[in-house]
C-alpha cells in the first residue's frame, strides 16, 4: 500500500513563497516519477510539474514555468515544490502524485498513486 501526504500548503498574499513537500510511505517509490497536479474550484485538474525518477529531468506548466521549482530527496522519499512570485490564480488544492514508471508524464491518468492535497490560498 502506498501512501502520499502533503504539506506546506497555507494562505500568502501575492508575490509570496510556499514550500509544498510530499512524503510517500508503503512500497517505495524511490525511482518512480512524481507529479503535482492541482484544481481550483469550478475548473479540471490541471498539471504542474514533474520529476523523473532520477531526478534528472522537470517539466513545467507554462503558467508555472520560471516560479516554481520541484525537487525530490530519495532518501526521505519526499518530492518538493517551490513556490515562488505567487499569484492569486495559484490558488487552489494542490496534488502529489507518482507514478510506477520513472518516466515523467503530464497526464493525470498516467499516475497510479495520488495523495488527498493541501489547499494554497494566495491573497491580492
Known amino acids: 500500500q502506498v501512501q502520499l501526504v502533503e504539506s506546506g500548503g497555507g494562505l500568502v498574499q501575492a508575490g509570496g513563497s510556499l514550500r509544498l513537500s510530499c512524503a510517500a510511505s508503503?512500497?517505495?517509490?524511490?525511482?518512480?516519477?512524481k507529479g503535482w497536479f492541482r484544481q481550483a474550484p469550478g475548473k479540471e485538474r490541471e498539471f504542474v510539474s514533474a520529476?523523473?525518477?532520477?531526478?534528472?529531468?522537470?517539466y513545467y506548466a507554462d503558467s508555472v514555468k520560471g516560479r516554481f521549482t520541484i525537487s525530490r530527496d530519495n532518501a526521505k522519499n519526499t518530492v518538493y515544490l517551490q513556490m515562488n512570485s505567487l499569484k492569486p490564480e495559484d490558488t487552489a488544492v494542490y496534488y502529489c502524485?507518482?507514478?510506477?514508471?520513472?518516466?515523467?508524464?503530464?497526464?493525470?491518468?498516467?499516475?497510479?498513486?495520488w495523495g488527498q492535497g493541501t489547499q494554497v490560498t494566495v491573497s491580492s
Open positions: 502524485a507518482a507514478r510506477n514508471n520513472p518516466l515523467l508524464k503530464v497526464r493525470s491518468d498516467e499516475y497510479a498513486y
Open positions: 508503503g512500497r517505495t517509490l524511490n525511482s518512480y516519477a
Open positions: 520529476i523523473s525518477g532520477s531526478g534528472t529531468t522537470t
